[in-house]
């Protein structure tokens, strides 16, 4: 079992502002590192289609897209987190049935901005995880060597997942101004694009 969760700002940061540009939908993503060191994170789309306000759909699809993406950064799929707009930070019956081991929910503050839970389901019953956050600088040296040697970084500031997070912020901005954001242009047919419609 993990004894606590450490996320960057940045990565932390991110998750909020997803959860906050959503709401009153549900929103997600997965995490990925290792020994409770979050070095990446992969938002998704939440597929719902008719209950958004109170449910986060993914499929097999976005699950195998996830641990290809961790992998191909060197780090492993680790939980799914989601938000819970107008519910409570806690795991809901549908989340435990998902037999997760972990789920990061992220929940509305009436106070102020939405917070993070982390919770680590032990025999059906969700137990509180500690969750830490620190600035990118922080979080370099605060790394242990054993996660370092298992993710082969020896150090974050030049690493792709934070430009990667950088990107994602910048995208976030686009949406904020109402402009659109870029995205490469992929012949549909080609390798490497994963394009669909419903049309």
Known sequence: MVKQFVFTKRHYSTIINQATDNFPHESGGFVGGYDGYILGILPTHNLEVQQRETRFMITSDDIQRAHAFFRSHQMKLIALYHSHPNGAPF??????????????????????????????IVNRVPKSVPLVIYGDDQFVRELPE?????????????????????????????????????????????LGSDFSTLA
Do not use: C
């Open 91 to 120: 795991p809901s019956a549908e989340d435990i049935n998902t037999g997760h081991q972990y789920h990061f929910i992220v929940a509305n503050n009436p106070n102020g901005p939405p917070t993070v839970n982390v919770w680590h």
């Open 146 to 190: 054993s996660v370092k040697k298992k993710w082969g970084k020896s150090t974050l500031h030049l690493d792709p997942m934070i430009q990667g997070a950088a990107h994602l912020e910048s995208v976030r901005e686009q949406w904020r101004r109402q402009q659109s954001p870029i995205y490469p242009r992929l012949d549909p047919t080609s």
